[in-house]
Nanobody
Framework: QVQLVESGGGLAQAGGSLRLSCAASGRSFSIYTMGWFRQAPGKERDSVAVINWNGAMTNYADSVKGRFTISRDNAKNTMYLQMNSLKPEDTAVYYC?????????????????WGQGTQVTVSS
């Protein structure tokens, strides 16, 4: 069992930056694929970024490429999302998720564990 807790959300101005953290409990964190997803009001939850177990492989949604960076520190059981050059369309609830089968997938259904979400609001 893995428990995930996000932090670091808040209000930012367009062009600004925020750093999200996802703290995980459980011994198996270091072997899981991890991902960040987001859900805006009235929209589906979409993949933002995915990182494999050792951080050697990452995948980003086209909308955030070049602006967001996903990383992880397995020694600290923590994953991060550095968000730069924020845009109003980045406004959403951001969720971290863990895939115990390490499929390196962007599909929600492949992730078994989810955090409670953290709100990110970007003003223009």
């Amino acid at each position: 069992q893995v428990q995930l807790v996000e932090s670091g959300g808040g209000l930012a101005q367009a062009g600004g930056s925020l750093r999200l953290s996802c703290a995980a409990s459980g011994r198996s964190f270091s072997i899981y694929t991890m991902g960040w997803f987001r859900q805006a009001p009235g929209k589906e939850r979409d993949s933002v970024a995915v990182i494999n177990w050792n951080g050697a492989m990452t995948n980003y949604a086209d909308s955030v490429k070049g602006r967001f960076t996903i990383s992880r520190d397995n020694a600290k059981n923590t994953m991060y999302l550095q968000m730069n050059s924020l845009k109003p369309e980045d406004t959403a609830v951001y969720y971290c998720a863990a895939d115990r089968d390490s499929l390196y997938s962007t599909a929600m259904d492949d992730y078994e564990y989810w955090g409670q979400g953290t709100q990110v609001t970007v003003s223009s």
